[in-house]
């Protein structure tokens, strides 16, 4: 059975900065892409960032140049490094894995 534990969320200030970990289990983490996305209240699902087995990053282009994501496959678990961050990046934000999802990690950027 697939779990995915996402950590990291929180309330932070305009221009601050949060990390998120998703820590996988019951997978081998290692061979598949894994990536975040993240639900704003009444919008879509959309994508955030997503790394291939191979290493090969796509970003939205909403967070080109201040999220980095980041996988450490020994640790089983994707990183998502966030910096400068707006109140427009406020949602929840999952992890997927191989079609799994996480529980959501709420991100609010407020002053």
């Known amino acids: 059975q697939v779990q995915l534990v996402e950590s990291g969320g929180g309330l932070v200030q305009p221009g601050g900065s949060l990390r998120l970990s998703c820590a996988a289990s019951g997978i081998a983490f290692s061979i598949y892409p894994t990536g975040w996305y993240r639900q704003a209240p009444g919008k879509q699902r959309e994508l955030v960032a997503l790394i291939t087995a191979g290493g090969r990053i796509t970003y939205a282009d909403t967070v080109q140049g201040r999220f980095t994501i980041s996988r450490d496959n020994a640790k089983k678990t994707v990183y998502l490094q966030m910096n400068s961050l707006k109140p427009e990046d406020t949602a929840t934000y999952y992890c997927?894995?191989?079609?799994?999802w996480g529980q959501g990690t709420q991100v609010t950027v407020s002053s």
């Open positions: 997927t894995v191989n079609y799994s």
